[in-house]
């Protein structure tokens, strides 16, 4: 039996096939909207846990340093050297901090890697769609 489908002519096939591509490069950039939506929410979740960790991280710091400098000077340091030595140790744990934060906030990291896998899956079908 013939459906009315099978009696499609070259153009109107050929017309079909572009709608439909149409509607999947809609459905993409839905997709990369979507997921920039969410990359964008992530890197802003990152840089608010960096602002709460240095927020809380500052008056803890100076105490400790602080308890540190007092036990370098009971032990023989002079004041100078003692706080000398309690800030540098916090000027690198500081700086590993910040190189965490950062790589977190790293164009790899911020990637939509799901659309553009989707997007290269989309053209090797668009290729066999037109062949």
Not at 47 to 53: D, E, F, R, T, Y
Request: charged fraction near 15%.
């Amino acid at each position: 039996m013939i459906s009315p489908l099978d009696n499609r002519s070259i153009p109107e096939l050929f017309g079909d096939a572009l709608a439909q591509l149409s509607k999947l490069f809609q459905n993409e950039v839905d997709l990369a909207r979507a997921e920039l939506a969410l990359k964008a929410s992530e890197a802003a979740g990152a840089v608010k846990l960096i602002a709460a960790g240095a927020g809380l991280l500052i008056p803890a710091l100076v105490l400790i340093l602080f308890a540190i400098a007092a036990a370098l000077m009971q032990i023989g340091f002079s004041g100078p050297g003692a706080y000398l030595c309690s800030g540098l140790g916090a000027a690198i744990i500081a700086f590993v901090l910040i190189w965490i934060g950062v790589a977190r906030l790293s164009g790899d990291a911020l990637k939509p890697s799901i659309t553009i896998e989707q997007i290269h899956r989309d053209t090797i079908a668009a290729k066999e769609l037109m062949r």
